[in-house]
């Protein structure tokens, strides 16, 4: 139990303070003329060392504590309590919400994708509009998907709702590429990067619970990817809304930074917490390695 809660604490501090120090590098960490990062600004670059520290802190602590166990899935996915279910539950409904006004404001992010040569405005090709519309279908699938495997978690996991969880991946693939593809041409590697690694990290964390499907035992990966994914997410987000309170702009965060980046942070936002309800269960059950019992010494003989 006290490891349990120290990883949740850890997860969420690391989170806050990612937030702020997001917030702070969209607020003064780039030039406002040409829009480049501003050389050695300090929270940008203690937000770099805050990720890969907890990353490696993370997979630390959670093989230290729970390395070398094996035990199903279905023990740490299943029989969830009404909170927890209901909180599942709300989260899943929140991203099918999110998806669903995605897919409403279609056009205003493929007029966000054009581009202006002279006086003609040249829109997406018809494949990068079919690719955001199945992006946010998908969206829409995830989390229909999750909102019935959390509807589900009063009796055992089965293979059935277990496919619920392959949903996700799909959707994390096909919006990795699209993510790329919008800012591939971007110098500023830090206005996305973020985004790339949360998605992998959702992706990984679903990849993990689906691992029943193939017979695997739970692995640390799970705490890992999930406290990652976690922590990623209430950065990306956290910083838009550090910047909504801080900035002294007239236009919001759904205008300065665009439709589709605004809507990906909320959903991301909502997997994330999705993914933290599921792992402060999975570490409140998951059983520790046993204490290694030292060898009991022979007692020596007294001299008389």
Known sequence: MKQHKSYLFLVLIAGVCGAVLRGMSLLYGYEGESGLPVAGYVPATALLVLTVGFVIVSAVLCRTWYGGQEYAYEQLFSHCSGVSRALCMLFGI?????????????????????????????????????????????????????????????????????????IPMFWGCLDLIMVYHDNSANPVLSDYTYQLVLIVAVMLAFYSMSGF???????????????????????????????????????????????????????????????????????RIAPLPPKQEQPEQPEQPQEA
């Not at 994914?229 to 007239?250: F, I, K, M, P, Q």
């Open 213 to 283: 499907l193939f017979s695997t035992g739970c692995a640390p990966r799970f705490f890992v990817s999930a406290g990652a994914a976690v922590y990623l997410a209430l950065t990306n987000a956290g910083g838009l809304l550090v910047w909504e309170l801080r900035a002294n702009s007239d236009l919001g965060i759904l205008r300065y930074f665009g439709v589709s980046t605004t809507f990906r942070a909320g959903m991301y936002l909502l997997a994330g917490v999705y993914l933290l309800v599921l792992l402060a269960r999975a570490l």
């Open 94 to 166: 929140g991203m099918a919400v999110v998806s669903v006004l995605g897919l409403v404001y279609l056009p205003a992010q493929l007029l966000e994708e054009s581009t202006i040569m002279g006086d003609q405005l040249i829109a997406p090709s018809m494949v990068i509009v079919c690719a955001t519309g199945i992006t946010w279908a998908l969206g829409l699938l995830t989390g229909i998907g999750l909102l019935l495997l959390a509807a589900g978690n009063n009796k055992a996991v089965s293979k059935k709702t277990g496919c619920y969880t392959i």
